[in-house]
Nanobody, 119 residues
Framework: QGRLVESGGGLAQPGGSLRLSCVAS?????????MKWYRQAPGKEHELVGT????????TYADSVKGRFTISRDYAKNTMYLQMTSLKPEDTAVYHC???????????WGQGTQVTVSS
């Protein structure tokens, strides 16, 4: 059974940076997964922040974070990262990582980590 654990959240000032980590354990063929970062702010819909294909590192980003956030992975450590820069108050949310293999209907979620951007 796969498990995802996020870390790295906290309080940052506007314009600051944070790096989130998502460690995957218990995965078979980790390289075959697509992994995603989502976020949900109070009173708002769950938003897809970005994705990464573990096999080749291909990434996609939501328009709201493009140019400010970077998703990467360390295959040897079964870890995905979300580097967040130029943070804005509207980036405040609980950030979740997600791992999927659509061909097998596999879908794992982490417990989430709180990011608060405030002066």
């Amino acid at each position: 059974q796969g498990r995802l654990v996020e870390s790295g959240g906290g309080l940052a000032q506007p314009g600051g940076s944070l790096r989130l980590s998502c460690v995957a354990s218990g995965f078979t063929f980790f390289s075959r997964y697509d992994m995603k970062w989502y976020r949900q702010a109070p009173g708002k819909e769950h938003e897809l922040v970005g994705t990464i294909r573990i096999l080749d590192g291909t990434t996609t980003y939501a328009d709201s974070v493009k140019g400010r956030f970077t998703i990467s992975r360390d295959y040897a450590k079964n870890t995905m990262y979300l580097q967040m820069t130029s943070l804005k108050p509207e980036d405040t949310a609980v950030y979740h990582c997600n791992a999927v293999r659509d061909e097998y209907g596999i879908n794992y979620w982490g417990q989430g980590t709180q990011v608060t951007v405030s002066s």
